[in-house]
T-cell receptor
Framework: AQTVTQSQPEMSVQEAETVTLSCTYDTSESNYYLFWYKQPPSRQMILVIRQEAYKQQNATENRFSVNFQKAAKSFSLKISDSQLGDTAMYFCACPYSGAGSYQLTFGKGTKLSVIP | DSGVTQTPKHLITATGQRVTLRCSPRSGDLSVYWYQQSLDQGLQFLIQYYNGEERAKGNILERFSAQQFPDLHSELNLSSLELGDSALYFC?????????????FGAGTRLSVL
């Protein structure tokens, strides 16, 4: 079974600074993707970034980037130039897929507060 | 806006009752997923449908059931409700049940069982 661990329940960062959120996972799949989702106070789950495990290059989406260490099963999210709108819960997710099935296993989340 | 529509946004009911949560997936998406988010358990996968067919079951209680209709909308039925069923229920959709497909989430239904 997949397990996803986010070891930082809460973090804070000054506006315009950089912050890194940690995630480790365990999967038996050979070809997989990893995801970071954001849940602001509105409760909506929003995809932040996706990483393909077989790609060496770390994914980047504007101010968001990942540090993917496949051997260590580590998938951290770096937010640069933090903005007030980045205040949210952040969830790391690892998919599990079977014959025609597909589900996400989520970590417990990290609550990020951006301080003005 | 993700394109996934969930109704109602809020639901307040009493123990022992039955409720139905509804989800309309994004246009073109054939796969629908249900997740439960509670304070103590986090986000947990409940069940997945693809083009009307059940494909995977997670931590779904026997008191809960779901289905996906020919027009691809889905309903999650919760019966004999208990206080512990109070949670945020999310529906998500994707084009297909393929690893790597992005799941787009609805805004959720907040269920309060009193």
């Amino acid at each position: 079974a997949q397990t996803v661990t986010q070891s930082q329940p809460e973090m804070s960062v000054q506006e315009a600074e950089t912050v890194t959120l940690s995630c480790t996972y365990d999967t038996s799949e050979s070809n997989y993707y990893l995801f970071w989702y954001k849940q602001p106070p509105s409760r909506q789950m929003i995809l932040v970034i996706r990483q393909e495990a077989y790609k060496q290059q770390n994914a980047t989406e504007n101010r968001f980037s990942v540090n993917f260490q496949k051997a260590a099963k580590s998938f951290s999210l770096k937010i640069s130039d933090s903005q007030l709108g980045d205040t949210a819960m952040y969830f790391c997710a690892c998919p599990y897929s079977g014959a025609g099935s597909y589900q996400l296993t989520f970590g417990k989340g990290t609550k990020l507060s951006v301080i003005p | 806006d993700s394109g996934v529509t969930q109704t109602p946004k809020h639901l307040i009911t009493a123990t022992g009752q039955r409720v139905t949560l509804r989800c309309s997936p994004r246009s073109g998406d054939l796969s629908v997923y249900w997740y439960q988010q509670s304070l103590d358990q986090g986000l947990q996968f409940l069940i997945q449908y693809y083009n009307g067919e059940e494909r995977a079951k997670g931590n779904i209680l026997e008191r809960f059931s779901a289905q996906q209709f020919p027009d691809l909308h889905s309903e999650l039925n919760l019966s004999s409700l208990e206080l512990g069923d109070s949670a945020l229920y999310f529906c998500a959709s994707s084009v297909s049940p393929t690893t790597g497909d992005i799941q787009y989430f609805g805004a959720g239904t907040r269920l309060s069982v009193l």
